[in-house]
């Protein structure tokens, strides 16, 4: 174990703001199962009995009782952490987080509740060892890494694709009828000088995220833009789980930021 100092305020700060914004955004994602539940009891559609073969020896916690219980220890743990309660919080809220991606396969809403694991295993770093600062900078220099990859990656691919330039991929998208995109949008985005335009502002904003690292006042433009990007996306695709996943990582994006 290594051995605790106090932590610098800024990083008390930083790693505050990460605890505060991941407990909410994990009561939301529970919150949001258990408004769903009955779709994985006994006679819904994620039923128990689709994962027994495979995954029988997990009855005890991932049968459909034991799973509401699951649930009901994560939110209780995410709000204890949003209420600043540490100790063996985090790793309760890890291992909750783990069982519910077992249960659907993976993640039950993509790329949020992967970053939501990041940022878990990242606090259960920054927790053991009494907060030590050597791990909280390790593990807030982690999420901001992980945070700047998932959107510089994503801008990449989206650049070396002409469709998206095009803004063809965004009107695919759009088009899908699991999103229930409002009708106002389908009619604006209909518009190829719509599509264009916002296609070319998410690609550069992607791309560019690494700016970020530049300084402190940086960070905060592309924050801001991120919230801007991740509010849109709520609008257009109604996924609005993303938002928190990720607000979860800028606080460390802007530390970073300070220490680079």
Not at 121 to 134: D, E, K, N, Q, Y
């Amino acid at each position: 174990m290594i051995a605790a100092t106090p932590l610098p305020a800024v990083t008390a700060l930083a790693l505050r703001w990460t605890e505060v914004l991941a407990g909410a955004a994990v009561a939301l994602a529970t919150l949001e199962l258990l408004a769903v539940r009955r779709a994985f009891a006994d006679d819904g559609i994620w039923r128990w009995s689709t994962l027994a073969r495979e995954l029988r020896w997990l009855r005890p916690v991932l049968a459909y009782r034991p799973f509401l219980a699951v649930l009901g220890v994560r939110l209780v743990a995410a709000l204890l952490l949003l209420g600043g309660l540490r100790g063996p919080v985090a790793p309760v809220l890890w291992v909750t987080t783990l069982l519910v991606d077992v249960r659907f396969r993976g993640t039950y809403n993509g790329g949020s509740d992967l970053m939501t694991m990041v940022v878990l295993t990242s606090l259960v770093v920054a927790h053991v060892g009494g907060r030590s600062t050597v791990l909280v900078n390790a593990a807030l220099l982690y999420i901001a890494a992980q945070a700047m990859l998932s959107y510089f990656i994503a801008g990449v691919s989206k650049a070396t694709n002409g469709d998206w330039w095009r803004g063809d991929a965004l009107r695919e998208f759009v088009a899908r009828p699991d999103f229930a995109t409002p009708a106002p949008v389908r009619r604006l985005l209909r518009r190829r000088g719509a599509l264009i335009a916002a296609s070319s502002a998410v690609i550069v904003f992607e791309v560019a995220f690494p700016v970020a690292f530049a300084g402190v006042p940086a960070a905060w433009v592309l924050v801001a833009m991120a919230l801007l990007f991740h509010l849109g996306v709520v609008v257009v695709f109604g996924l609005n789980r993303f938002v928190l996943a990720w607000a979860a990582s800028w606080p460390a994006v802007i530390y970073a930021a300070r220490l680079l």
